[in-house]
């Protein structure tokens, strides 16, 4: 389920959006990854991979669809409010506060 929703998902619009771009000549695709993209972390190592492979297929299609303007954006904002996060928080022993609001990451690469 996990590589289905980080991994499979943006991979299938990834797909069908360049599609269109590359007719168009122009398009810019926004992918959101996490910090666990660069570095895993031991008590979530499929999340893990799943991040880094979301950050393989955001570096793949840049080189891709370059040719055709078309520019691939990799995001990775840090510690995100999530149920997830909920569960883990206590084994990095962060701050809450100091959690991104994924509504904020969203306006913020909108």
Known sequence: RMFNLNVRAPYILCR???KKMVKNNWGRII???STTSYSSISIAPLYSASKHAIL???RATCQDLSRYN???LFVSPGPVKSEMAKVVIGKF????DS???PVEIAD???
Not at 93 to 96: D, K, R, T, V
């Open 16 to 18: 069908e959006l360049a």
């Open 93 to 96: 022993n962060e701050n809450w």
């Open 108 to 110: 913020y690469v909108a």
């Open 31 to 33: 992918n959101i990854g």
């Open 56 to 58: 393989g297929l955001s």
């Open 70 to 72: 078309v520019r691939v």
């Open 99 to 101: 959690f991104n609001d």
